[in-house]
């Protein structure tokens, strides 16, 4: 089958990452990208794989560049388009019955709309997309089970709803005690001491405060840690290096900016700790488990449901209940029941989370469309 796929941007994001491992390891289909604005992370990685990508380069003033859309659709003649992030599921599913494409499968991503955080454009259109999943796409995809009750309740076709998580190569996910021992010589610590860390963009979502009040409750029982906070917009972070000085945190958070090496990270860490406060299905938190480094996480998103019983799970927003998940985790290090941890958690998500089941449940969802 030709598979065009429609989605927003090509930036660095879990859906575009998502997309590019589906074009990727997927050789049964052909797959074309159509990007709504312009070239982002994800537009050379799919060109170096053999992946033709239009970018539309949309604006405000978008009209002729939606035709523009349907003139393409039409030309390619594909046997199933699949729309990814909120606008694209609205002007590509939209293009697409225009072209006179019935084949259409909408990819939600969102899995907590709040009012006052997301965009009043963006409320609108997951409105008006509820009333249109009854008649428009064969089928929507969604990331976390989580979401799947927040779209029924959004008034979403709850028929249509087909839950596919996101699946991981453990063959490029290798875990290497040289890179371990190479990243914590980076960071120059002493072997002995814990080396915790959040690999998470700066947002308000991420909410490194929670993690940040958490090291200072830890630090009041004098207990040794050394935390990393890895990701875009992380370091030189004038807030963030405040909140540090303020919570006498400088000895015992470093700040690096966006890795390329997502392996040499997890590796290095003897904990990953996510302290979000909302999420879909977090994929740092599987990246981890799939490099043995168990997890602290806030039970948002399908985060609880990743970790399984490997790790540990508080409420978000809990600086107090975040302190006790971290003290009991790295207690546990270096002890026969650490190492059994370790292996449960790769073993969790080759079971579970492994790239060829996500790639044949999407085959069935669209041959199903068909």
Avoid at 292 to 299: A, G, K, L, R, S
Avoid at 322 to 350: F, P, V
């Amino acid at each position: 089958m030709k598979i065009v796929h429609i989605i927003t941007g090509l930036g660095d994001g879990g859906a575009e990452h998502t997309l590019f491992k589906i074009c990727k390891y997927d050789k049964t289909n052909k797959h074309i990208v159509i990007s709504l604005k312009d070239r982002g992370k994800y537009f050379s990685l799919l060109k170096k794989n053999n992946i033709n990508v239009y970018c539309l380069n949309m604006n405000f003033f978008f009209i002729h560049k939606f035709f523009f859309l349907i003139k393409i659709l039409k030309f390619l003649k594909p046997d199933v388009v699949q729309t990814w992030l909120v606008h694209a599921d609205f002007l590509g599913s939209i293009a697409a019955k225009l072209a006179n494409i019935k084949s259409i499968v909408w990819n939600v991503r969102y899995s907590k709309i709040e009012l006052g955080k997301a965009k009043l454009t963006t409320i609108l259109i997951i409105k008006l997309l509820a009333k249109l999943s009854y008649s428009i796409p064969k089928s929507i995809i969604i990331v976390s089970k989580k979401a799947k009750k927040i779209y029924k309740d959004l008034g979403y076709d709850k028929k249509k709803l087909k839950f596919i998580p996101n699946g991981y190569d453990l063959n490029l996910l290798k875990v290497s005690k040289f890179e371990k021992n190479q990243f914590k010589k980076t960071i120059k610590i002493k072997k002995r001491v814990p080396l915790i860390g959040n690999v998470a963009r700066y947002d308000p979502l991420k909410d490194h405060s929670n993690l940040l009040n958490a090291l200072s409750l830890m630090r009041l029982k004098n207990i040794d840690f050394i935390c990393v906070l890895v990701g875009t917009n992380i370091n030189k972070n004038h807030r963030l290096i405040y909140e540090i000085k303020e919570l006498k945190l400088n000895n015992y958070v470093k700040l690096l900016g966006p890795t390329k090496n997502i392996s040499k990270v997890m590796n290095g860490l003897d904990v990953h700790i996510l302290s979000s406060s909302a999420e879909g299905f977090p994929n740092v938190v599987a990246e981890a488990m799939a490099l043995e480094t168990p997890c602290v996480v806030t039970n948002v998103g399908d985060a609880s449901y990743i970790v399984g019983k490997t790790g540990w799970v508080t409420p978000p927003k809990n600086s107090i209940k975040l302190a006790g998940a971290i003290e009991k985790a790295i207690s546990d290090l270096g002890t026969k029941n650490w190492s059994k941890n370790c292996n449960k958690a790769r073993q969790r998500i080759k079971k579970n989370f492994d790239i060829s089941n996500m790639i044949k449940s999407y085959n069935r969802v669209w041959k199903n469309a068909k």
